[in-house]
């Protein structure tokens, strides 16, 4: 493997070294406004060295795979000038088997990424021709080279398809976007459903229904659930536990959430977009529980900041990030939280999430994408109005979590989730 040789090279002067190869090649098709705007293709290689020297961490990265002896020359440079080293390579173990390779993606080919876009946006001018539609559907193939100076070495190959439709629906001075959109690491993607998916918001839309301000129920599809995703990927991360930034540092084994929320964060599941066997510090993946029956249970720590912790790597190298978010179901099926709120809102996208400090779990938000909920009936979309209140507040004030969930991003398993109350503010 060329690692090996990036190993040798920079052991001459280095008490540890860890590199990686990646390289990816990518097809990419896009409609916009009803037309076929553009299909492409890229490859891309990137090396990657990290190195120990006297204590202190050098990185560097070079796209040129003729620049080798270069880019190890640079990482010792940069030692000079790093951050103590606060962990060591971790040497050979046993990893998990997960699957993230489908040689079906590589048959796909540009022409049927073509058809495929155009048959999505078939079946939403079916519905209604009035739309303006986009599309965009991507493919990539990719392959990973990973070694250290401890032993540690491995190979992998992966594969990720992405598709999605979006429209944009113009009345008077109104206007209304909606689309769906799937991605992991598998071919089979049901494109029709993507496709039905959007015609259903589009429908939900027909009509304009006004909302009062208030503290109101909020029902978060799992398309919105990022309004109280946000704060936990950050609260959760090591580093700012460390650094005394997160709400919850010092809470493990504490109540933070309802009994009824539970949370992990999982590698392992075949064909997510975050799965593997090891994270990008060689460290093998494993699954973690985060939230347990609104129990704190554990942070998320890298090499390095569980180093400076004092504890060791959960495999969320690097960054203290996690990898496929799971929020498990509950007992409510989707259908009974709406017949079940009087008056209230349901929300599939905001804008303006993360401005401010969302580490605290403060937001408000633009509704870009909800409809009102009126005597136990979704009766139409509503215009105009904020959302706001407190993420961690939020979660102890769960009524109820879905019986069923669903891929978002290609990275998280979420099911919908009622809030007893937010903030709702209508102009």
Not at 227 to 255: I, R, Y
Request: with cysteine.
């Amino acid at each position: 493997m060329i690692v090996d040789g990036l190993i040798k090279k920079g052991m001459e002067k280095a008490q540890g070294v860890q590199a990686s190869l990646n390289r990816s090649e990518s097809d990419h098709v896009s409609f916009e406004n009803d037309k076929l705007k553009a299909v492409k293709s890229s490859q891309g290689t990137t090396v990657s060295v990290k190195v120990i020297v006297d204590g202190k961490i050098g990185l560097s990265h070079t796209t040129d795979i003729a620049d080798l002896d270069g880019v190890v020359e640079r990482a010792l440079d940069a030692a000079a000038f790093g951050s103590p080293a606060h962990f060591s390579f971790p040497g050979p173990q046993e990893p998990p088997e997960v699957k993230i390779y489908d040689p079906a993606v590589l048959d796909v080919s540009k022409g049927e990424m073509v058809d495929l876009g155009k048959e999505m946006m078939a079946v939403v001018k079916d519905y209604n021709p009035e739309i303006l539609l986009g599309s965009s559907l991507t493919k990539v193939v990719g392959a990973n080279e990973f070694a250290n100076s401890a032993g540690t070495r491995f190979t992998s190959e992966r594969t990720q398809f992405r598709l999605g439709v979006q429209g944009q629906l113009v009345r008077g001075t109104d206007i209304l976007w909606a689309g769906d959109s799937f991605g992991w690491r598998r071919r089979e993607i049901d494109h029709m459903a993507v496709a039905r998916k959007a015609v259903k918001l589009f429908q939900m839309a027909e009509n304009i229904a006004p909302i009062r301000s208030g503290n109101l129920p909020v029902i978060l599809a799992p398309e919105a659930m990022n309004v109280l995703l946000l704060a936990l990927h950050m609260g959760l991360n090591g580093k700012n536990v460390f650094l005394g930034a997160s709400p919850v540092a010092g809470n493990l084994g504490k109540q933070i959430a309802d009994k009824v929320f539970s949370m992990k964060d999982d590698p392992l599941i075949d064909y997510g977009m975050g799965s593997g066997s090891f994270d990008a510090e060689g460290v093998p993946h494993q699954v973690t529980p985060l939230i347990v029956n609104g129990v704190l249970k554990n942070f998320l720590y890298d090499l390095d900041t569980a180093g400076r912790a004092g504890t060791r790597s959960t495999g969320n190298g690097v960054g203290c990030g996690p990898t496929n978010l799971v929020v498990e179901t509950g007992e409510t099926p989707y259908e009974d939280m709406i017949r079940g709120v009087d008056e209230g809102l349901l929300v599939y996208d905001v804008l303006g999430l993360g401005q401010g400090n969302p580490i605290s779990g403060e937001f408000s938000v633009n509704v870009h994408l909800g409809y009102k909920i009126e005597n136990g009936e979704v009766v139409g979309r509503v215009k105009d109005v904020m959302l706001a209140g407190n993420s961690y507040d939020a979660l102890k004030n769960i009524s109820a979590v879905g019986n069923k969930a669903e891929w978002v991003g290609g990275s998280m398993i979420l099911p919908p989730v009622q809030i007893g109350t937010l903030s709702v503010i209508a102009k």
